[in-house]
């Protein structure tokens, strides 16, 4: 029986930054994880870097969009009927937080979290050779139609305020950023802080390979396995078993398949979505990844060729794929770039991937304790932005488990909020 200070659940991208920070904090780390590194929902994002992230993706406001969701027309969001009296509560919950006040507020509660993303990616990918990934040509939304880009404006505003910088364009502008594009949009936005990455998979496996190299130590196990065996927590590995005074869960959607066996119920749900890759037709390229706001839908360049990432879907995580909404957008995606031959989604196989966004109806992650659970810590819930984060709360939760001055306050985060 091996034995370690903490035992951090789940390598993705959240974990792999925890683990590494608590590591250069003195303690001794174990990451346990059923698969790879980077290998869950950290492997098929659209590798941006959001840290001008302000207002979260919000609950519809107007009737047009809110039917062309009910009757399966938009690209935005899909849903399987059979699953929505399971998620309705999940989505008032959702709907009251996206009214506008309650969404400046937790643009003012997770802006310590956005500000700090890019910086602690900086440095966390330089020091583990992954710099060679990060793009800082920061990213471009497109706005088809006045009425969309005129709804900016309350968010413009605020990143005036907050001093987060970007770069209101016209179509020719915009054109002379990105040449391939074609002309079917009228205004574009360019947030210049933004960075992407070519290869999110690689940049988790080079966060976890740092953190071998500083001596960390890598487990295969599954989590559900996770009990007390008196004040020492113990997780079974293809190793043996694993003791350790202080468990991180740090599983993303998974979280549920832990938390709720010890009693802790909190609000998680998924927003599903998709992606596949496209080759550029001759010499189209893009240089940063491109939104194409009214249809909900990022075009993505990685290393495996364009990545077209899909809107929200809610259906059970673990039910089949249903992969709609891709046929839905690439109509518009074909329009506005293009897009070649479809392309494996390599290491995994397959033209569509599926993954699960993990989300609280309030759009905030839970970093901190787990309520009434000595030596239980929780780092989950990063919705849209898990990549984004997953540095900056690896620092932020690792301040707080050794004592240390937290670099923001981390009370908006607790998990607290769901169970008082
Ligand atoms: C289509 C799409 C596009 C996105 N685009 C972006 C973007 O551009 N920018 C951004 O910041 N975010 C984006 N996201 C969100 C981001 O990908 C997630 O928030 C983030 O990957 C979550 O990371 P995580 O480490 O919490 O979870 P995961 O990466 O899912 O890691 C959880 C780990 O737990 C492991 N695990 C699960 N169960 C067990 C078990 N029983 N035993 C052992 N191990 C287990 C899994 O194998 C996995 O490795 C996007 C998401 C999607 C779906």
Not at 354 to 378: E, H, K, M, N, Y
Not at 396 to 414: H, I, K, N, S, V
Request: glycine share 10%.
């Amino acid at each position: 029986m091996a034995r370690t200070d903490v035992i951090v659940l789940g390598a993705g991208i959240v974990g792999t930054s925890v683990a590494v920070h608590l590591l250069k904090r003195g303690l001794s780390v174990a990451l346990v994880d059923r698969g790879g590194a980077g290998e869950g929902t950290s492997y098929g994002n659209a590798g941006i870097i959001e840290g001008n992230t302000i207002f979260p993706a919000a609950f519809p406001s107007d009737w047009p969009t809110l039917l062309r969701i009910a009757f399966k027309r938009s690209p935005l969001a899909n849903y399987h009927l059979a699953f929505l009296p399971k998620i309705a509560p999940w989505l008032l919950v959702f709907r009251a937080a996206s009214q506008p006040e309650r969404l400046v507020e937790t643009a003012q509660a997770m802006r310590p979290l956005f500000a700090r993303a890019v910086a602690e990616h900086e440095s966390l990918s330089l020091e583990s050779g992954a710099a060679k990934y990060l793009r800082r040509t920061g990213w471009l939304k497109l706005y088809r139609t006045e009425a969309a880009f005129a709804g900016l404006k309350r968010e413009l505003d605020l990143a005036a305020s907050l001093g987060i910088a970007n770069v209101p364009l016209d179509r020719d502008a915009a054109r002379a950023l990105e040449p391939s594009l074609a002309p079917v949009f009228r205004h574009a936005v360019h947030w210049t802080g933004a960075v992407s990455v070519s290869n999110p998979l690689a940049l988790t496996r080079a966060y976890a390979a740092r953190f071998a190299a500083l001596g960390g130590l890598s487990f295969t196990g599954d989590a559900r396995s996770l009990h007390r065996g008196g004040t020492q927590w113990r997780v079974d590995t293809a190793s043996g078993p694993l003791d350790a005074g202080e468990v991180v869960i740090a599983l993303g959607p998974w979280l549920p398949d832990v938390l709720d066996p010890l009693g802790v119920k909190l609000p998680l749900a998924v927003k599903r979505g998709y992606h596949r890759h496209f080759r550029p037709q001759g010499n189209a390229a893009l240089a940063r990844p491109v939104l194409d706001a009214e249809n909900g839908y990022v075009l993505a360049p990685m290393e495996q060729g364009i990545r077209v990432t899909s809107g929200v879907e809610f259906a059970a995580r673990d039910a089949p794929p249903t992969p709609v909404q891709l046929n839905r957008l690439l109509p518009a995606a074909h329009e506005l770039f293009p897009l070649g031959e479809p392309v494996e989604s390599q290491p995994f196989g397959g033209k569509t991937w599926l993954g699960a966004r993990p989300c609280f109806p309030d759009s905030r992650p839970v970093i901190g304790r787990a309520p009434g659970q000595a030596g239980l810590w929780l780092a989950c819930g990063h919705a849209h932005w898990g990549l984004t984060l997953g540095p900056a709360t690896g620092r932020l939760l690792a301040e707080m488990m050794t004592g240390a001055t937290p670099f923001c306050d981390p009370q908006p985060y607790a998990a607290e909020r769901f169970t008082r």
